[in-house]
């Protein structure tokens, strides 16, 4: 059975700092995706990664795929408040050419503070 | 563009009763998800449609849980005897064909049994 875990669980940081948040995950996918979450509201989709080494960067946030590791890495550069929210990384695990269902880690609630 | 659409946004109920929550997918998209979030499970997968294939039930939790999709198209997930472990966000996704883009959730469907 895929596990998913994530960490830290609960993140309050300072505005202009920087920090990474991990997801590991317990079988082998080349299929990670990025998920943020405001309260109330749905899942908005932020990164897709498809392949080990697999790096992709938004503004403030940069996310990367190690596939051997089985480790994805969502790293926040100089946090600003509207940064805050849950983010989830989510792994597909059948591979092949079409998509399935995903697998979700626990969340992240990260808190910027001024 | 439309996303996904799910109604009703929100359903409060009593235990026992019968509920449908229904699902229309982004226009194109060939593969649709349920998933459900609550705050003791986290988000659970629950089914999948992809095209003309059989659905993938794997993630249902009990048989009191099935799910159609007609033409292709709308989806509906009922749930029979609803307990109140049943309270939880359900979730819709879709994503078109081929296995490299992310999952567009819907806004979800609030369920409330008392």
């Known amino acids: 059975e895929l596990k998913v875990e994530q960490n830290p669980l609960f993140l309050s940081m300072q505005e202009g700092k920087n920090y990474t948040i991990y997801c590991n995950y317990s079988t082998t996918s080349d299929r990670l995706y990025w998920y943020r979450q405001d309260p109330g509201k749905s899942l908005e989709s932020l990164f897709v990664?498809?392949?080990?080494?697999a790096v992709k960067q938004e503004g403030r946030l940069m996310a990367s795929l190690d596939t051997k590791a089985r480790l994805s890495t969502l790293h926040i550069t100089a946090a600003v408040h509207d940064l805050s929210a849950t983010y989830f990384c989510?792994?597909?695990?059948?591979?092949?050419?079409?998509?399935?269902?995903?697998?979700f880690g626990t969340g992240t609630r990260l808190q910027v503070t001024l | 563009g439309a996303g996904v659409s799910q109604s009703p946004s929100n359903k409060v109920t009593e235990k026992g009763k019968d509920v449908e929550l229904r699902c229309d997918p982004i226009s194109g998209h060939t593969a649709l998800y349920w998933y459900r979030q609550s705050l003791g499970q986290g988000l659970e997968f629950l089914i999948y449609?992809?095209?003309?294939?059989?659905?993938?039930k794997s993630g249902l939790p009990s048989d009191r849980f099935s799910a159609e999709r007609t033409g292709g198209s709308v989806s509906t997930l009922t749930i029979q005897r609803t307990q109140q472990e049943d309270s939880a966000v359900y979730l819709c996704?879709?994503?078109?064909?081929?296995?490299?883009?992310?999952?567009?959730f819907g806004d979800g469907t609030r369920l409330s049994i008392l």
């Open positions: 989510a792994v597909d695990a059948q591979g092949g050419g079409t998509a399935s269902k995903l697998t």
């Open positions: 990664l498809l392949s080990n080494g």
């Open positions: 996704a879709s994503s078109p064909p081929g296995g490299n883009q992310p999952q567009h």
């Open positions: 449609f992809q095209g003309n294939s059989a659905p993938d």
